[in-house]
């Protein structure tokens, strides 16, 4: 049982590249999340999908696109990079989305945009 | 609106002494909490989350929390720091579909 697995778990980029992430999850959740974390900013979400063939925008989508695959799998797209948008990029999931759910978090994908 | 606020973005302690990592919450409805720790170059994992069965929540590698009504907050204490303690501490407060961090404490350890 792996989890929440992202990949890559490094990416350098230059300006306007674009590039997707990609997140997969085994434990059959329902709700899956894309944040990204900066020093001093905590974590802040980017979009959700709370089921399969659904997604929402978070507190930062600028940018990003996101497509639920399946169940198991949910992708995050840079369409066009920005310095703006080097960060460290986590990926989540929940069972269900409810209040008591915890969440489960990827490893990371730590992006530089030169 | 829900809100989450952590107490110091760093806290400094030397190994054996007293951790505590304080976290006010605001919320219109029942409040479920939940601490989360970030090992240096990983994701975050959960360490304890409270769901109103009782409010000293033991959770793991030697951490509790108290959940306190009357001061809206949920402080993460630890009796002894050891070494390994040293990470990212995240509170979160539990929404539906999307919950909400506080902004992380860095708890520092030294020998």
């Known amino acids: 049982n792996a989890g929440v697995t992202q990949t890559p778990k490094f990416q350098v980029l230059k300006t306007g590249q674009s590039m997707t992430l990609q997140c997969a999850q085994d434990m059959n959740h329902n709700s899956m999340y894309w944040y990204r974390q900066d020093p001093g900013m905590g974590l802040r979400l980017i979009y959700y999908s709370a089921s399969e063939g659904t997604t929402d925008k978070g507190e930062v989508p600028n940018g990003y696109n996101v497509s639920r695959l399946n169940k198991r799998e949910f992708s995050l ?14 990926c ?6 409810e209040l008591t759910d915890t969440q489960y978090f990827g490893p990371g994908t730590r992006l530089t945009v030169l | 609106a829900q809100s989450v606020t952590q107490l110091g973005s760093h806290v400094s302690v030397s190994e054996g002494a007293l951790v505590l ?14 601490w989360y720790v970030q090992y240096p170059n990983q994701g975050l994992q959960l360490l304890l989350k409270y769901t109103s069965a009782a409010t000293l929540v033991k959770g793991i590698n030697g951490f509790e929390a108290e959940f306190k009504k009357s001061e809206t907050s949920f402080h993460l204490t630890k009796p002894s720091a050891h070494m390994s303690d040293a990470a990212e501490y995240f509170c979160a407060l539990g929404g539906s579909y999307i919950p909400t961090f506080g902004r992380g404490t860095s708890l520092i350890v030294h020998p």
């Open chain 2, 21 to 34: 990592l304080r976290c006010n919450y605001s919320s219109s409805v029942p409040p479920y909490l939940f």
């Open chain 1, 77 to 90: 797209r840079l369409e066009s990079a920005a310095p703006s948008q080097t960060s460290v990029y986590f």
């Open chain 1, 92 to 97: 989540a999931s929940t069972k269900t989305g």
